[in-house]
């Protein structure tokens, strides 16, 4: 990043979402808790949503960032060797959190009686690491990142911006020494581990396929009904015609397109596992032409409902908004009311 600023007196600001979503998959990918009754370890970030941002006037060095994170995580029941899976979110990682005011709310795959025990577990043994590694965001985002929005301080010739700078190089030096360091905290550092940014599309050649700066979205939701249901309800024709209300192009076959609403909503089914996944590619009808989101809809059930887990990567920058609330508004909140399966709020 070049900087033409003299002596550091104009606002300046850098996108670091790019570095954020590097920091958060090396810090908290494979973080794991243990004790005598489990063992539980991160094993996905489905979800970074929000803005990050380093920034500087008259020498002074301020990070601004607002980020929801959405874990998931496996885990084992020593007991009887059974598999445990769900989500961790964090709803909000700010620069005016502090602390002890991160929020870490648990939310289990399959939910049953014996299962919703590891809650106890999570709070106790692994919230306390994410704390830890999330108390360290701000002063990292801000060593990290703060070098290449200034120009040097011997080219400062203003005594109150290189007093800032001055003050900003001592508390970032002072903030890196401080570190925490814990030794029950564990995880795996891969360079090789990319946040996904590339727009998976129909296929075209690379050439013919438009570029966009590309976010993802997660959203759960809880049905009152089976896997099986809720799997035909997205699935079959009358059902989509019903909670659509449109004709919609739509049959339960890979590698088969679809449209919905009129074609406002267009894609291909490529993996179907009945009552457990659907895999597709989903866009909406004004983003470029041939940009493709994909879009993963897994089914969760327990003993009283089920779960929908809907993953989408490929998202352009700006149409989080718009998607998630089209996905709500018009597949989750209507499915609802035309079947009765569940409170809408």
Request: with cysteine.
């Amino acid at each position: 990043m070049v900087v033409n600023n003299p002596n550091n007196w104009h606002w300046v600001d850098k996108n670091c979402k790019d570095w954020a979503k590097s920091y958060l998959n090396q810090k908290l990918l494979d973080l794991s808790a243990s004790n005598d009754s489990y063992n539980l370890k991160i094993t996905k970030i489905n979800s970074i949503e929000g803005d990050v941002e380093v920034c500087q006037r008259k020498g002074k060095i301020i990070s601004l960032f607002d980020l929801k994170l959405i874990l998931e995580f496996n885990a084992t029941s020593l007991s009887d060797n059974t598999q445990i899976n769900g989500t961790i979110t964090v709803p909000e990682l700010a620069y005016d959190t502090s602390f002890d005011e991160f929020q870490f709310i648990s939310s289990i795959f399959n939910e049953n009686n014996t299962n919703i025990s590891i809650k106890p577990f999570i709070k106790s043994n692994l919230v306390p690491l994410l704390r830890k590694i999330l108390s360290n965001f701000n002063n990292d985002l801000i060593s990290q990142n703060s070098n290449d929005i200034q120009i040097p301080l011997d080219q400062v010739q203003s005594n109150l911006t290189s007093s800032n700078q001055k003050n900003s190089i001592s508390t970032s030096s002072n903030s890196t020494k401080s570190k925490i360091n814990d030794s029950t905290t564990k995880f795996t550092s891969n360079s090789s581990k990319k946040s996904s940014s590339s727009s998976p599309s129909h296929p075209a050649s690379n050439s013919n396929i438009p570029k966009y700066n590309t976010s993802t979205l997660h959203i759960e939701s809880t049905f009152n009904t089976t896997a099986e249901q809720l799997y035909l309800t997205l699935l079959d024709k009358q059902r989509v015609a019903a909670w659509s209300r449109s004709l919609p192009i739509i049959e339960p076959i890979e590698n088969s397109d679809y449209s919905l609403f009129n074609n406002n909503i267009q894609g291909k089914l490529l993996k179907l596992i009945p009552n457990e996944k659907i895999q597709m590619t989903w866009r909406l009808n004004d983003w470029k032409q041939n940009h493709f989101a994909n879009l993963n809809i897994s089914f969760y059930q327990s003993d009283s409902d089920t779960k929908l887990i809907a993953d989408f990567t490929g998202i352009p920058i700006g149409e989080e908004d718009k998607t998630e609330n089209n996905f709500n508004n018009y597949y989750i909140r209507s499915i609802k009311l035309t079947f009765g399966f569940g409170l809408v709020l």
